[in-house]
């Protein structure tokens, strides 16, 4: 009885006319609220591991292929909308706009993620639909589900790059298994789980032996083990050594104006809290992103004289990683990290090179300039840097090697690889996400802690209004600063950081390249056979037109030939 009853459950999408399109629709609503409750900042990470089974149930039983694609899009739309919040703050905030026009944003934002999932679901149910009459079934929602979840987050773009992986970052055994194929290998392996649960509560079409119902959990636990072993990383020999780093967390409200003599004071609150940290023993000090309150000269190569009160260096000698606006007379812009060095000297720096549409640059006005007389004022105009530069210092007499992303840069593990390429001792993040509010900062830190364990080597994120916070190369915190979403005056974190040999994984180096090729060669599986079939039905539906046309040419001559 009660097993009739789940199955009864599970077929209420297929019901013909109005009750069946609503059992859909909250299947899909379900799916993106259990992501939504997973994630931070909820957090309830074990809802992760069955969050897909409900949009896979709405995909797998809607009645045609549309609507199957429609439950995707819902499911998207819901997560969006209850997990992304924050976007209307953004837009409030950095594109100037009402709160109506920004709500309407997040619905947008919503929309373009639907799309997303869209794409996803036609090809689960797609695949799904093409072995349905098979004698050994259809592909199972283990294997259709997992794939077109990776598709979605290697193949398909976002503004705002996320995974689902997030909801298990904080979960220290399930986020190193990051070190494989990186997040997107976490998420295959959660909707895998709860597709296989599927697959084994459905009873198989008939000729079909019981037991192949649990075949799919069988390759669901082995693609585990796979990607346990595969997440152990190779440690190099040499020396660890302790660093002692300083973060200044300057809690600056970006939507509060600031006229030049706030500007010098705000300067010179970085400035004691620099010196404060020195004093305490920190070896290297970083600040946030855009934290100097000045433009600085690209081509300027040390710090202004002792009587410019733009002066960086005051009260403090040790190495500063700063993160500032850099420009090139009146013309471009660049969102920038620069090492000052003891001796005063700008000795390295990282331009941004992801920047984020809409607040630093907009495509519409790179493409055609006039469009900025009527874009919005936040629109953005920085220029991207060409490629990641690893900036150096030296403590004890050793080089420390550092890799550097700017804001969010640091979720994006094509860019952690480019950042393990520069094989560096550490990763800095300099971050301002004070413009998002509500629990971006929070998801921002989450995706992050992938990195320290795709890349082997600890993190240092230095945010404006926090989360500030040093993770080493396991993704666990060292020390932490928490959100000061009011802002107010400096605060500071010093901590021991371990720097030793990297961590090697086989995401740095082959994994990246092995997770794309799964995700195209999963829509070329979908799309190829999908569109040889509807080329074979247009040449198909022009033959047979061409065939029923002939005769009646043929019988009106003849009847003219009468006539005549």
């Not at 679901?121 to 009459?133: F, P, V, W, Y």
């Not at 990776?150 to 996320?162: D, K, Q, S, Y």
């Not at 009873?203 to 799919?216: C, D, H, L, N, Q």
Request: aromatic content about 6%.
């Amino acid at each position: 009885m009660k097993r009739r009853t789940i199955l009864s459950i599970l077929e209420l999408p297929a019901r013909p006319g109005r009750p069946g399109a609503l059992a859909g629709a909250g299947f899909a609503v379900l799916g993106g609220l259990l992501w939504v409750l997973a994630s931070p900042p909820v957090g309830l990470w074990p809802l992760a591991w069955i969050a897909a089974a409900p949009t896979l149930v709405a995909i797998d039983r809607a009645p045609t292929p549309r609507r199957a694609g429609l439950w995707g899009a819902l499911t998207a739309l819901t997560f969006t909308v209850g997990g992304f919040p924050w976007m209307i703050h953004l837009l409030e905030v950095n594109a100037r706009l009402p709160v109506p026009v920004a709500a309407f944003g997040l619905l947008v934002l919503g929309a373009m993620h639907g799309v997303m999932w869209l794409i996803a679901a036609r090809m689960i149910r797609g695949l799904r639909d093409r072995r349905r009459t098979h004698k050994r079934g259809p592909w199972p929602l283990a294997l259709t589900g997992a794939l077109g979840l990776v598709v979605v987050e290697v193949a398909l773009w976002t503004p705002f790059p996320f995974s689902m992986a997030i909801s298990q970052a904080g979960v220290g055994p399930l986020r190193a298994l990051a070190g494989f194929v990186g997040p997107v290998g976490i998420t295959a392996l959660m909707v895998a789980v709860a597709g296989a649960l599927l697959d084994a509560a459905v009873p198989p079409p008939v000729g079909i032996k019981r037991r192949a119902r649990w075949t799919p959990a069988i390759a669901v636990a082995v693609f585990a083990l796979v990607v346990f072993v595969g997440s152990r990383r190779l440690i190099g020999d040499g020396p660890v050594r302790t660093v002692q780093i300083g973060l200044v967390q300057p809690n600056q409200r970006v939507d509060v104006g600031h006229d030049v003599r706030e500007r010098l004071a705000h300067l010179a609150a970085l400035q004691r809290a620099t010196a404060d940290l020195e004093a305490r023993g920190a070896d290297l000090v970083v600040w946030s992103e855009a934290a100097y309150p000045f433009e600085l000269p690209r081509d300027l190569t040390a710090d202004f004289p002792e009587d410019d009160r733009r002066r960086l260096r005051r009260g403090f000698h040790g190495p500063v990683v700063v993160g500032a606006i850099t420009a090139l007379g009146r013309g471009a812009q660049w969102n920038s990290a620069i090492m000052l060095e003891r001796d005063g000297r700008f000795t390295a720096r990282h331009d941004k090179i992801h920047r984020m549409i809409g607040s630093e640059y907009n495509p519409l006005i790179e493409w055609v300039p006039s469009l900025a007389k009527v874009m919005p004022s936040g629109a953005g105009n920085y220029a991207g840097g060409e490629a990641a530069v690893a900036l150096e210092t030296t403590v004890d007499g050793a080089v420390v090697r550092i890799a550097v992303a700017v804001c969010l840069e640091d979720v994006l593990p094509d860019f952690g690889r480019d950042l393990a390429a520069l094989d560096p001792d550490l990763v800095v993040n300099l971050t301002n996400d004070s413009w998002f509010g509500g629990a971006e900062p929070l998801q921002h830190e989450a995706l992050a802690r992938f990195r320290p364990i795709e890349i082997g080597a600890p993190l240092v994120r230095a945010v404006n209004t926090g989360p500030s916070s040093v993770i080493d190369r396991d993704g666990r915190f060292v020390a932490r600063i928490e959100i000061r979403a009011d802002g107010g005056a400096p605060e500071t974190l010093l901590a021991d950081v371990e720097l030793g040999p990297r961590a090697r994984s086989f995401f740095a180096g082959r994994g990246g390249t092995l997770v794309k090729v799964v995700a195209w060669s999963a829509l070329a599986w979908w799309l190829v056979p999908a569109l040889v079939g509807w080329l074979r039905r247009r040449r198909g539906g022009a033959a047979a037109a061409t065939t029923t046309t002939a005769p009646r040419v043929g019988a009106r001559g003849a009847r003219r030939g009468k006539r005549r």
